[in-house]
């Protein structure tokens, strides 16, 4: 499907639910690190700016932990995102914290003002607007979508005392954001809850308890997660590029 017919069907018609309740345990910080600075930002406002930014997102909401809602709201004071309609609460794990968001669309999503939604990790703050529509596309188009980057090295499996090497061609790295159609979504984390499940990622649970088919598209490289104190020197190298718009889009 051409990209311009994608937008004009899904345009006004996607949510976005970004996670931010992460800590700073492994990057030896007392703050969560999505409000750690880089190039002068925090970090998580450059995953909030981009979805702001994409013309297919109609709304946003931004799932945080109770003791980081003073750190959330001064960077939307301060920031001014326009389509960051909720700041939702989360659990204590990130399938909670995923099922919160969708809970706080369930009445747009059932009511079909939402049609689709995309779930972003706050840690990754170099989703680029391409990548975005990429994944958004796919996802409008088979029902649900994941960036995934090829396995540079091998894999192994240990598998009844014998280590089995894993074809590396048939795997992938897999990124956020992933989207997929609203309703099966909601239905799946509900049937996930009912039956005491808790995904990696929205794309196991997906799996799980519903039908929908799932295209991966190319993930991106420098859509790197920051998790480690080494990721945030990373990210320091790609924030520069990025305010100089090299790859922002």
């Known amino acids: 499907m051409p990209a311009g017919t994608s937008v004009q069907r899904m345009s006004g018609r996607v949510a976005a639910i970004i996670l931010a309740g992460g800590s700073g345990s492994r990057v030896q910080k007392e703050i969560n690190k999505v409000y750690l600075p880089i190039s002068?930002?925090?970090?998580?406002?450059?995953?909030?700016?981009?979805?702001?930014?994409?013309?297919?997102?109609e709304r946003i909401v931004l799932v945080v932990r109770d003791e980081d809602?003073?750190?959330?709201?001064?960077?939307?004071?301060?920031?001014?995102?326009?389509?960051?309609?909720?700041?939702?609460?989360?659990?204590?794990?990130?399938?909670?914290s995923e099922e919160a968001g969708l809970e706080q669309l369930a009445e747009s999503i059932d009511d079909g003002s939402i049609d689709l939604v995309a779930i972003h990790d706050g840690a990754r703050p170099f989703m680029t607007l391409d990548l975005l529509e990429s994944v958004i596309t796919a996802a409008s188009d088979s029902g649900g979508a994941i960036p995934g980057l090829e396995v540079e090295e091998p894999?192994?499996?240990?598998?009844?005392?014998?280590?089995?090497?894993?074809?590396?061609?048939?795997?992938?790295?897999?990124?956020?954001?992933?989207?997929?159609?609203?309703?099966?979504?909601?239905?799946?984390?509900?049937?996930?809850?009912?039956?005491?499940f808790q995904g990696v990622d929205t794309a196991e649970t997906i799996e799980r308890f519903s039908d929908l088919s799932i295209t991966v598209v190319p993930g991106d490289p420098h859509n790197i997660k920051v998790t480690f104190v080494e990721d945030f020197f990373a990210a320091e190298g790609y924030a520069l590029q990025w305010e100089k718009g090299s790859w922002k889009t």
């Open 155 to 196: 894999l192994f499996r240990h598998q009844d005392g014998e280590v089995v090497l894993l074809e590396q061609t048939a795997l992938r790295r897999v990124q956020t954001p992933q989207a997929f159609h609203a309703r099966p979504l909601l239905s799946a984390y509900r049937q996930a809850r009912e039956a005491g």
């Open 40 to 57: 002068n930002r925090e970090l998580l406002e450059f995953s909030i700016e981009t979805m702001d930014r994409s013309p297919f997102v």
């Open 69 to 96: 809602r003073p750190n959330a709201e001064l960077l939307i004071a301060e920031t001014m995102p326009s389509k960051l309609t909720d700041v939702v609460i989360g659990g204590s794990t990130r399938h909670e």
